[in-house]
């Protein structure tokens, strides 16, 4: 498992720490140095990025969350669905 802490993804999200752990993805606590906020990366783990019923279920995960509007459910702010880093910020 790669961890991130101490990077920066696609020069926006400063990784602070790890929040969870799961059975698919990696939770973060970073900072978006655009929009002066702190959120939270959910990216798929480094094994499961070769396997493409993975990789569907992650974009499909992304998409269900995003279409949903409900002050209990977290919202999606951003979705990277890369060849080698995948993640959704809530």
Do not use: C, T, W
């Amino acid at each position: 498992m790669d961890n991130y802490v101490g990077k920066r993804l696609d020069g926006r999200y400063e990784i602070r720490e790890i929040v969870g752990v799961g059975g698919m993805a990696v939770v973060y606590k970073a900072y978006d140095n655009i929009d002066d906020r702190m959120v939270s990366i959910k990216v798929l783990k480094d094994e499961f990025l070769a396997n493409e019923e993975f990789r569907r279920r992650f974009k499909n995960e992304s998409k269900a969350i995003a279409v949903l509007s409900h002050p209990n459910i977290v919202k999606v702010y951003d979705v990277s669905l890369g060849d080698k880093l995948q993640y959704i910020v809530m």
